[in-house]
């Protein structure tokens, strides 16, 4: 049964649609994330679920509760949404202990006094901020400062928490390891997330959902697997993870890299919408390529012009014909080195029209 719900929603400024239509639906508890290139809607839509941004059209909801909307003149307030709100800036205030900057939200709602130290205190404990209650903010690292701003939104007991880009002032090590402590605080409250980012490990790591938007418009919604694994289109596959497009030509009936002298093995299946083209692109994910050999009769032979070890992997540039096509295997698989001939096999290529946005 859907939780939150965003009907048609809709928001312009003067002529430009920021956000196009947009529906989605997410269970109770479900961690759900916005992906896409600055300017697509998404930190939009995140003021529009919040309340800081009125609606064009359509309807915000969260359970039984009509939040937003235009057409039935309805309009409830942020401050009585129930919602956690971190931001990329912490946010925090340098004048007051950081256990006054988690009661603080708690005092403006005149809660009890007892009930507020409760509160304050479960949420200090469940970001392991015990022991600096009494500290200033300012004494704290950026990774500190950042469990001060989401120990306050844990206070209220939110239905739902809004992240806006809440990791990415942190360094890589703090980063990944708050994206952990966000999941098990989501899965011990059960609490609903809604998450902007740029991150895609970031999304992929906490979600339960994935939207991906471009110009106001929802490409896909699905897991992060299906996302992954069955991108709806072209722009889809671009952006979710490490990508190449070779460009292939029609010569005849058989279809060749552009640039080069050998047709592309019989058993790589061309799909029949692709045979009007006259330019198409092979997209591939540099995990899904592998070398083989000579005798292997899905081999496509090309040439290494760069190795470059990355830890875990070694990351090449294979060039066949005019094309470069990125592979990447793991450090401890052979591979050739850079200037030799090779070959590579396509163990699951996609499809595109070349000029398909």
């Given at each position: 049964?859907?939780?939150i719900?965003?009907?048609?929603?809709?928001?312009?400024?003067?002529?430009?649609t920021?956000?196009n239509?947009?529906?989605?639906?997410?269970?109770?508890?479900?961690?759900?994330?916005?992906?896409?290139?600055s300017?697509?809607?998404?930190?939009?839509?995140?003021?529009?679920?919040?309340?800081?941004?009125?609606?064009?059209?359509?309807?915000v909801w969260?359970?039984?509760?009509?939040?937003?909307?235009?057409?039935?003149?309805h309009?409830?307030?942020?401050?009585d949404?129930?919602?956690?709100?971190?931001?990329?800036?912490?946010?925090?205030?340098?004048?007051?202990?950081?256990?006054?900057?988690?009661?603080?939200?708690?005092?403006?709602?005149?809660?009890?006094?007892?009930?507020?130290?409760?509160?304050?205190?479960?949420?200090?404990?469940?970001?392991?901020?015990?022991?600096?209650?009494?500290?200033?903010?300012?004494?704290?690292?950026?990774?500190?400062?950042?469990?001060?701003?989401?120990?306050?939104?844990?206070?209220?007991?939110?239905?739902?928490?809004?992240?806006?880009?809440?990791?990415?002032?942190l360094?890589?090590?703090?980063?990944?390891?708050?994206?952990?402590?966000?999941?098990?605080?989501?899965?011990?409250?059960?609490?609903?997330?809604?998450?902007v980012?740029?991150?895609?490990?970031?999304?992929?790591?906490?979600?339960?959902?994935?939207?991906?938007?471009?110009?106001?418009?929802?490409?896909?919604?699905?897991?992060?697997?299906?996302?992954?694994?069955?991108?709806?289109?072209?722009?889809?596959?671009?952006?979710?993870?490490?990508?190449?497009?070779?460009?292939?030509?029609?010569?005849?009936?058989?279809?060749?890299?552009?640039?080069?002298?050998?047709?592309?093995?019989?058993?790589?299946?061309?799909?029949?919408?692709?045979?009007?083209?006259?330019?198409f692109?092979?997209?591939?994910?540099?995990?899904?390529?592998?070398?083989t050999?000579?005798?292997?009769?899905?081999?496509?032979?090309?040439?290494?012009?760069?190795k470059?070890?990355?830890?875990?992997?070694?990351?090449?540039?294979?060039?066949?014909?005019?094309?470069?096509?990125?592979v990447?295997?793991?450090?401890?698989?052979?591979g050739?080195?850079?200037?030799?001939?090779?070959?590579?096999?396509?163990?699951?290529?996609?499809?595109?029209?070349?000029?398909?946005?």
């Open positions: 049964m859907s939780y719900r965003l009907v048609n929603v809709t928001k312009k400024f003067g002529d430009v920021a956000v239509n947009l529906n989605v639906e997410l269970g109770k508890g479900e961690c759900f994330s916005m992906l896409g290139p300017g697509c809607g998404k930190t939009t839509t995140l003021r529009m679920v919040a309340g800081f941004e009125d609606l064009s059209d359509g309807e969260v359970g039984d509760r009509l939040l937003s909307c235009p057409r039935k003149n309009y409830t307030p942020p401050e949404r129930n919602f956690g709100m971190v931001f990329q800036a912490f946010a925090v205030w340098p004048h007051m202990s950081v256990y006054e900057n988690v009661a603080f939200p708690l005092r403006l709602r005149k809660l009890p006094p007892a009930e507020i130290d409760k509160r304050t205190k479960d949420a200090l404990q469940a970001t392991n901020l015990t022991k600096a209650a009494n500290d200033s903010p300012a004494d704290l690292s950026g990774g500190g400062k950042q469990r001060v701003a989401l120990a306050r939104a844990l206070a209220i007991n939110p239905d739902v928490m809004l992240l806006d880009e809440p990791l990415s002032s360094d890589p090590h703090l980063r990944e390891e708050m994206r952990f402590e966000l999941h098990d605080l989501q899965k011990k409250y059960g609490f609903n997330i809604i998450y980012t740029h991150d895609q490990s970031e999304a992929m790591a906490l979600s339960d959902k994935i939207l991906v938007m471009k110009l106001g418009v929802m490409q896909q919604i699905d897991t992060p697997l299906n996302i992954y694994n069955n991108p709806a289109n072209k722009f889809v596959f671009s952006f979710i993870g490490v990508s190449s497009f070779t460009d292939v030509e029609w010569r005849g009936t058989q279809a060749y890299v552009k640039g080069s002298n050998s047709p592309l093995p019989s058993g790589i299946i061309v799909p029949d919408r692709m045979k009007g083209e006259e330019v692109n092979l997209a591939s994910r540099p995990s899904t390529i592998k070398f050999t000579a005798s292997d009769e899905m081999g496509v032979p090309g040439q290494v012009i760069r470059a070890f990355l830890g875990e992997i070694v990351d090449y540039l294979v060039r066949v014909g005019d094309q470069d096509i990125r990447q295997i793991g450090r401890r698989e052979p050739p080195e850079a200037g030799e001939g090779c070959y590579i096999k396509f163990l699951r290529p996609f499809w595109y029209k070349a000029n398909e946005d």
